[in-house]
């Protein structure tokens, strides 16, 4: 993180009607404490408005959290209304209580990077790393 | 996003353009300059600042987001600035203020933006400062600026306002005392928040003295009580910050304001500005590290 000459910002969301948003918390916490600076919007968000809040925070990824088992509705929507907003270059990243058989659907849908209970919070934020690397990288070179 | 589409998305108002904005003058890129001398000063000029500071949990992002409501009941654009401090051990920061304004978060004529302060040894004013240009600019009025009311950097964003309300609740105890000294003495408005809470009549006749002292003393504190969970005491707020802003440009003390942000803003641009160089110079030194650090930065100063 050091070496890294801008602070990534990213924000966290938590779309659909389940009102458990201790994953989501837990995940904005461990960003921030490897460096970054998180937004949260608080839970049940709709796409847009999540959508919104990112572009204006100016963030370089979206990581959404879902337990009610809508994701394959909720993390496209957000993708979709990223492109309405003309930030369709910002990378978003899902997880929550994800089925195996989901993950491709949701890779075909645009989401860069899929998490589950299972993964370990580090791989989590080495994921937002990465994404935010090549973001950026993609607005350097423009 | 090109520096043409930039200053052209930022003319018109494009929400993706303010927001770059802000970010690549916070990040000190090298675009932050044609970025704010493409500002419209009269607009700034004519913007209410609004400064909402106060104890942690006191109510002022739910405070801010009744603001909200009621200037855009009145068709004004506002904007928002929630500054939270950044982690001392990681330099990351959890920005949590959005989350009770986010019923703002489709109309386009609300901008909220949260900002950490980077444990900056200055350059919080700068950043904060243009921030508030640049919203401001934007067609914004008010812009809030919002602070965690505890540290001395805090203190100096706070300068940056027009009107600064001083946001307090019952049940914080020690904070509101160990905060006495410093912030009471800048604040325009002493809010009671949470007037639903046991304990909001003693904190309020405490601020009444307060605020009978400074006007005792010249000064024009006014107190106000919210419940800002219900809306209730916010129009009465909103009259007190007009009519203070309205009191302070007819008496000059609101030119007077901007002139010291002004000196502020200048000062810490300066530094932000000045540090690459000096860091130059001290790493070229380096295989010299005797005498005195003190005597050495002065030698250093002399050599700029
Ligand atoms: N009972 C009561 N609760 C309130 C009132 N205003 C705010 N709250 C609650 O107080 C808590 C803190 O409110 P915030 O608006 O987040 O406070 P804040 O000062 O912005 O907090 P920080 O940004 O964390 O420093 C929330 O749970 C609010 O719902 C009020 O007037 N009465
Ligand atoms: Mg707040």
Redesign the interface.
């Known amino acids: 993180?050091a070496g890294r000459?801008?602070?990534y910002?990213v924000l966290i969301g938590k779309p659909g009607l389940d009102g458990h948003d201790r994953g989501a918390k837990i995940l904005?916490?461990a960003?921030?404490?490897?460096?970054?600076?998180?937004?949260?919007?608080?839970i049940r968000?709709t796409a847009?408005?999540i959508a919104?809040?990112a572009?204006?925070?100016?963030v370089s990824a979206v990581g959404l959290s879902s337990l009610s088992g809508a994701h394959l509705r909720l993390f496209p929507a957000v993708v979709e209304a990223l492109k309405q907003?003309?930030?369709g270059d910002i990378p978003v990243l899902g997880g929550g209580v994800i089925p195996d058989e989901d993950l491709a659907a949701l890779k075909q849908a645009g989401i860069v990077e899929v998490y589950t209970p299972g993964t370990p919070l580090a791989q989590v934020v080495e994921a937002f790393e990465n994404a935010c690397d090549r973001h950026q990288k993609g607005?350097s070179g423009? | 996003m090109n520096r043409e589409d930039l200053l052209q998305g930022l003319k018109g108002r494009d929400p993706r353009a303010i927001a770059r904005a802000i970010s690549l003058v916070e990040d000190g890129d090298p675009l932050a300059d044609a970025i704010l001398g493409s500002l419209d000063e009269s607009r700034i000029e004519q913007a209410l600042v609004l400064g909402m500071t106060g104890p942690p949990g006191a109510g002022k992002s739910t405070l801010t987001d009744q603001i909200i409501a009621g200037y855009r009941a009145r068709s004004q654009r506002i904007g928002v600035i929630a500054i939270d401090p950044s982690s001392a051990i990681s330099g990351g920061a959890f920005l949590g203020d959005r989350i009770r304004m986010m019923r703002h978060a489709l109309d386009s004529d609300v901008i909220v933006r949260s900002m950490a302060t980077r444990g900056r040894l200055g350059g919080l004013c700068a950043a904060a400062g243009a921030a508030v240009r640049i919203l401001a600019s934007s067609g914004c009025s008010p812009v809030i600026i919002e602070t965690v009311g505890v540290g001395q950097s805090e203190m100096d964003i706070i300068r940056l306002a027009d009107v600064t309300t001083l946001v307090l609740a019952p049940g914080l105890g020690d904070d509101i005392q160990a905060m006495k000294a410093g912030l009471l003495e800048v604040a325009d408005i002493l809010v009671v928040n949470k007037a639903d809470c046991v304990g909001a009549e003693t904190l309020a006749m405490d601020m009444e003295a307060v605020a009978r002292e400074s006007r005792d003393k010249g000064g024009s504190t006014e107190v106000c009580m919210t419940v800002a969970s219900e809306g209730r005491g916010i129009a009465e707020l909103m009259q007190t910050v007009e009519a203070l802003e309205k009191q302070y440009r007819q008496g000059g003390e609101h030119a007077r304001r901007r002139q010291h942000a002004y000196d502020l803003e200048v000062l810490d641009w300066a530094l932000e500005l000045l540090r690459p160089e000096l860091l130059e110079k001290i790493a070229k030194s380096g295989s010299n590290r005797t005498g005195d650090p003190r005597l050495k930065a002065a030698g250093i100063l002399r050599q700029i």
């Open positions: 993180m000459s801008r602070k910002r904005a916490r960003l921030r404490d490897a460096g970054f600076e998180a937004v949260y919007t608080g968000r847009d408005e919104a809040a572009v204006q925070e100016d907003r003309g930030a607005r423009k």
